[in-house]
């Protein structure tokens, strides 16, 4: 833990998700918004739990090269990177994020009446002058959809919300109207496991809430 | 189930809290915000569920009787009246809305590192020219909480955010940082339990997410 003398570094995002903007924010830090370019490609050869650990890595080594390659202040300073993946798992299958409406509506269709697994793996990486340390997590989460009719899965298709999340639903949202359960951390399933990410960040020097 | 030609009837949410407030927005429907003006009052001889069905019975009760005394058209009309309430529920003990800082901070210091369990009854009324119905439901999900420093439930106090809440925390807001893990329904937790409200609501006339 740093002492108080020590300042806390810049925090870099690695994110565009409006939902992980929201949750880090709502941990009172004030960060960089910087987005990887990479597209993610899901290796089918990998477990559920490693194509999170693989993408969220990724990303978080993609917006390294960006801050190197722009330099200035925070490629100089001590910052760290935060990147996250979340991917959903039914049977065996990995869900993306849904291409389009029909896509969605497939994917809600297989979702309803029963549970689901929802995997985020969570990098940082503390780049200093003196070193580069990264640390990472993975966590699951279990969701239990109750029944639904085909209009209703329209009709919330048609809201659009699902159009841009893993899975084609968002727990915070609309989508809460088809939630019976869940059994995890709720931030794990919006995108961002936040107890495991305050500490990935207080390892790396990162002040949270008055430690 | 009403057939196409039968006209949702009107819709008086009994709460002024925000969460509910948006959680039925996030249903797609329309309704009228009355809050009944009942102080809570736990009863110590009854079961943390009899005490949730009772509060939220006796607001329900209230909002009928608050629109019958101001007449005009909901008075008259086929209208249903949605009411609910939240309790913490810790070693026994009953933890409702803290009275100042000092006991958001106890009740905190209590949960910190521990499971605790929500419930949170729903009470529906049905009122037309030829009858009143009612129907309700509780529900229950534990949450469990990480072990927080003194500082750490100090600085959530200050942002207020627990001063309104029962049990004096957020599950959606800043709370999200403590929260290890959940099992049962995110939307009871937050005030009303959504897949149980849909079915009261439905079973009274209300039309929801294209049935």
Do not use: W
């Amino acid at each position: 833990m740093p002492s108080a003398a020590v300042s806390s570094p810049n925090l870099v995002l690695a994110s565009s998700s409006p939902r992980r903007i929201e949750l880090v924010k709502n941990l009172g830090l004030k960060f960089e918004i910087l987005p990887s370019d990479l597209d993610e490609i899901v290796n089918p050869a990998l477990t559920p739990g490693e194509v999170v650990a693989d993408l969220a890595q990724s990303k978080a080594a993609r917006v390294q090269e960006l801050i190197q390659e722009r330099g200035g202040a925070t490629a100089q300073g001590h910052h760290v990177i935060l990147a996250a993946d979340t991917i959903v798992v039914f049977e065996g299958d990995i869900l993306g994020k849904p291409t389009d409406r029909d896509h969605a509506i497939a994917m809600l269709t297989r979702l309803v009446g029963n549970i689901h697994e929802v995997y985020t793996g969570v990098h940082v990486i503390s780049v200093n002058q003196k070193e580069v340390i990264a640390h990472h997590e993975i966590e699951v989460a279990k969701v239990e959809f109750r029944q639904l009719s085909a209009s209703e899965i329209a009709n919330y298709v048609d809201s659009k919300e699902p159009m841009d999340k893993a899975g084609s639903y968002a727990l915070q949202g609309i989508g809460a109207f088809m939630i019976n359960k869940i059994e995890g951390s709720p931030s794990n399933i919006i995108g961002l496991p936040l107890v495991r990410t305050i500490n990935l960040l207080r390892q790396c020097g990162v002040q949270i809430m008055g430690e």
